[in-house]
């Protein structure tokens, strides 16, 4: 059922007249959220607590609705649902909308000086700006071309971990406890409880104003359910690039160059793809007006183009086949000797 899920994720992806998990626990985190502010007010404490309470209520009522529908719904409905989960081919058309919107290249009106001179060359930029902005939280309104290739390079490879390979992980690790026993949380259950997770860090987790200590709760628990997977993914990345050899020294150096960013993953996947794809990433990114810097990663080599986010693109297929792959060899085997 997980193999079938990831192919129904890649051939229909998110449907927008189909109605969403993800959209069912943002609409209960807005009126958890209301609550819980309402109820802590300013206190640091009450803000803290009633994260957590958010996160218990959400994560735990997430995973138990995936729960009664692995008890209670057929086999197709339960492919459907754990394709939910899964952010493969969104992830895709997110990339390729903004590729799309993106000029062949950009040149400013020659013999005009001062702003007037480079509206051409906003202009021909800015749909793949507005396209950007729906995927990226730093500033896209002043990016250019290379801004542009850069911020979608480093998205395509975060969220490839964050959207496809943890929610696909904890599906397998869900399948294998399912396996010993019918009656335990499945697939689903933990995929779900993994989603809801990542929903709360995407909405809750912000340093700033009440969020900084509200959404503290499910921005720890969101790290922590992806840290293993984002380094599977480090290490595994060379197999879908043909270059098995690599293996240990890039989950290595992903760590290593990682460690510097404010995430205990972020830095790590965009540092795996960097180096597999031989692309420069990081640098300085404005987030609400504020200048941010990042650390480099793969330092030397150069931006990534429009083939270089392609590449990442492909490599992100390739590694959910490797994984699959080799997800179904193990089961064969544990099967074949018990």
């Not at 969104?90 to 903004?98: F, G, I």
């Amino acid at each position: 059922m997980v193999a079938l899920a990831c192919g129904l994720d890649r051939l229909v992806g998110d449907p927008r007249w189909c109605p969403h998990p993800v959209v069912v626990m943002g609409r209960a985190i807005t009126l958890l959220r209301r609550g819980a502010q309402a109820w802590a007010g300013t206190r640091v404490w009450k803000l803290r607590l009633a994260g957590a309470w958010i996160t218990l209520v959400l994560v735990g009522g997430s995973g138990l609705a995936g729960w009664g529908l692995e008890r209670l719904a057929p086999a197709p409905l339960l492919v459907v649902a754990l394709a939910s989960g899964l952010a493969g081919r969104s992830l895709e058309q997110a990339v390729w909308r903004v590729l799309g919107g993106l000029p062949k290249s950009v040149q400013p009106v020659q013999n005009q000086a001062g702003p007037a001179g480079d509206r051409p060359t906003r202009e021909a930029l800015q749909p793949a700006r507005q396209a950007l902005a729906w995927i990226v939280g730093r500033d896209t309104d002043r990016l250019d071309r290379a801004g542009i290739l850069r911020a979608l390079a480093e998205t395509a490879s975060e969220n490839a971990v964050d959207g496809l390979f943890a929610p696909l992980f904890w599906m397998l690790v869900g399948a294998v406890i399912w396996s010993l026993n019918p009656a335990l949380p499945g697939p689903l259950a933990l995929a779900w409880g993994f989603k809801a997770a990542s929903t709360l860090d995407s909405m809750l987790g912000y340093r700033r104003g009440r969020l900084r200590w509200l959404g503290t709760a499910g921005a720890r628990l969101d790290d922590l359910l992806v840290w293993l997977p984002c380094r599977l993914v480090a290490l595994s990345l060379p197999l879908a690039a043909g270059q098995p050899g690599r293996c240990g020294s890039l989950l290595a150096t992903a760590l290593r160059e990682g460690a510097a960013d404010p995430s205990p993953n972020a830095g790590v996947s965009q540092a795996a793809y960097a180096h597999v794809a031989g692309v420069q990433l990081g640098g300085c990114n404005r987030y609400g007006g504020k200048l941010s810097s990042k650390p480099l990663l793969a330092a030397g080599f150069p931006p990534p183009d429009d083939a270089a986010v392609r590449h990442m693109l492909e490599l992100t297929r390739r590694l959910e086949l490797v994984w699959l792959t080799g997800a179904a060899t193990l089961a064969f085997i544990t099967k074949t000797l018990s």
